[in-house]
């Protein structure tokens, strides 16, 4: 009888630790909705071609690109923070913007969160003359939050590819 309830605790640990030693089954996690990257591409993408127009007829009506507490950061600047300081540094952009050159953006990347509320944008532009001829071309980094059910820029920074002149 001793061999027997012996046995069935010996039976009993090993199914125990046969149960125990199984990998735990995980759980559904609720699945974050998949985002559509192509669709907030185009979105972006539509953004920086209404920044462009603007430029290009030389009207300084960023508000549909900006947050009210943006900072935007420039090469040989201090950083411009807040849309008023923003939009006043772009209006003293097309102040001296000639005329006849034209502005263009390309979205290179863009790198969503998960859900979809902030966007990463990696974009280079190119300003030409007249003639088509490139006049210069830089790089820029912008990050977007979703307010509202729209992307606004909170940050942003750029840097042009041509060498700095000599001011001698």
């Known amino acids: 009888m001793k061999n027997k309830v012996l046995k069935s605790i010996a039976l009993g640990v090993m199914i125990a630790f046969a149960i125990a030693c199984q990998p735990k089954k995980e759980e559904p ?11 907030i591409k185009a979105e972006i993408v539509a953004m920086e071609t209404v920044m462009a127009d603007m430029y290009n007829m030389r009207s300084a009506a960023s508000e549909e690109y900006y947050d009210e507490n943006a900072t935007s950061f420039s090469q040989n600047r201090p950083p411009l923070v807040g849309k008023f300081a923003i939009d006043k540094s772009i209006k003293e952009d097309l102040a001296s913007f000639p005329e006849g050159d034209v502005i263009s953006f390309s979205v290179n990347e863009i790198f969503p969160s998960n859900d979809g509320e902030q966007v990463v944008e990696i974009g280079s532009y190119k300003v030409v003359d007249g003639k088509g001829a490139v006049k210069f071309t830089g ?9 509202d059910g729209k992307y606004v820029c ?9 060498p700095k002149k000599d001011t001698k």
């Open 139 to 147: 790089n820029y980094m912008s990050l977007f939050v979703k307010k």
């Open 29 to 39: 996690k609720d699945a974050a909705p998949a985002v559509d990257k192509e669709k």
């Open 154 to 162: 909170i940050r942003d920074m750029g840097a042009s590819d041509m």
